[in-house]
Structures are given as structure tokens and as C-alpha cells.
């Protein structure tokens, strides 16, 4: 009998250094096919709490999105929902999915929902306001006059939900510059100059080659 447990605690004992490497590589979103491999071993070995195992369908599905299977991010990103129905974040990435899917109504849905959940989630503000820009863009391909109405009202749209994004969490450089990319393209030098410069002050990658085209210091 003492062999027996003197057995289960060494298995138990090599079994979790085991699982701490399984979360350690769950939780590297930049390794997509270590991630998928590691969240599918501790789906496997049966996490039990709900919420943990909807964190993990949520890193597998966005693993599943970096390797551009976004079927089977939407799978996780839906499974995870169903454990944990206020999962913002959940909602928010399957959102992205549907739209590389392009299932706009059901990404600007998810948005939507992940917004009523956490009404501060600034990605989630920031991702529903390029929906509404690439409507816009669409929208001026056809060049009609009613069309280009619709073209303003999704500008104007977009704008608010970048500003809102901004005031949700006023350090999310990507809110800063896509703002900065609609006033410019609406004409708005020195409002897109003001949104490039937070955006260069927040390291984003892009701001400061955009304001020496534009002839302004960084």
C-alpha cells in the first residue's frame, strides 16, 4: 500500500512540471502550432474549471487564427462562449474571424457584444470602427450619390468608435492611428498630424515613417 501512493505522488509529481510547460506554451501566441498543441494536451488532460478552459479554446482558437484556419478559430472562440457567456475578449476575436471570413453582420454582432460586456474593451471599439471604415471604402467604389451618404455615415461611425477607443484606454496606440488615417484621408492635416504624433509617442511601428511623409518631425 505505501509503494502504491509512494507511485501516485512521484506521478503527480512529474505531471505537473509537465502541465506548467503545457501553460507556459498554451499561453506563447508566438509559436501558433506549439500554442495548438500544448491548449489541445491540457484540454486532454481535463481541466475541469470552466472559465480555465475557456482561456485555453480562446489561445488555441487565436493560434488557429494566425495559421489563417479561422473555421477553426471560430470552433474554440465558440466553444469558449458557451463555458464562459461574458468572455468579452472571446467575442471580440471571433469577430475577427468572421470578418476575414467576410461574415460582416456576424463580426459587427460579436463586437457589439463584447462592447456590452466590458464597454471599456478599446480593441473591441478599435476593430468595430475598421469594420465600418472598410464598409465605407466599399461603399465609394460605387461611386452613386446615395452611396457616397452611406460612405459619410460610415466615416462618421468609424470616427466615433476610434474615439471611443482612445478614451476607453487613452494609451492604445492603434486607435491613435487609424483616427490619424481617416482625418488624413478626410482632409484633417492637423488632426491626423495630432493622432500620428500619440500614435508615434505610443511606439506604434508605422507612425513615425507616416509623419516624415507627410514632412513633420516624429
Not at 455615415?153 to 483616427?179: E, F, H, V
Request: overall charge positive; proline content about 4%.
Amino acid at each position: 500500500m505505501r509503494t502504491l501512493l509512494i507511485g501516485i505522488f512521484l506521478a503527480l509529481v512529474a505531471v505537473s512540471p509537465v502541465r506548467a510547460d503545457l501553460k507556459r506554451d498554451c499561453n506563447n501566441l508566438r509559436s501558433a502550432r506549439n500554442a495548438i498543441f500544448a491548449c489541445s494536451r491540457l484540454l486532454y488532460l481535463g481541466v475541469k474549471d470552466p472559465v480555465k478552459r475557456a482561456i485555453i479554446l480562446k489561445n488555441r482558437g487565436f493560434a488557429y487564427a494566425r495559421l489563417r484556419d479561422y473555421r477553426g478559430a471560430i470552433i474554440d472562440y465558440t466553444h469558449a462562449i458557451k463555458l464562459h457567456p461574458r468572455y468579452s475578449e472571446a467575442y471580440r476575436l471571433r469577430g475577427i474571424a468572421y470578418e476575414h471570413r467576410y461574415e460582416d453582420l456576424l463580426a459587427e454582432r460579436d463586437y457589439n457584444q463584447a462592447i456590452r460586456l466590458w464597454p471599456r474593451n478599446a480593441p473591441a471599439y478599435n476593430n468595430r470602427g475598421l469594420l465600418y471604415r472598410r464598409r465605407a471604402k466599399s461603399a465609394r467604389v460605387h461611386g452613386m450619390k446615395s452611396v457616397r451618404a452611406k460612405e459619410e455615415g460610415y466615416n462618421r461611425q468609424a470616427m466615433a468608435d476610434y474615439t471611443k477607443a482612445i478614451l476607453s484606454n487613452p494609451r492604445y496606440a492603434p486607435a491613435y492611428w487609424n483616427r490619424g488615417v481617416l482625418y488624413q484621408y478626410l482632409g484633417n492635416r492637423a488632426k491626423a498630424i495630432a493622432d500620428y504624433r500619440n500614435a508615434n509617442g505610443l511606439r506604434h511601428p508605422r507612425a513615425a515613417a507616416r509623419l516624415r511623409e507627410m514632412g513633420v518631425k516624429p
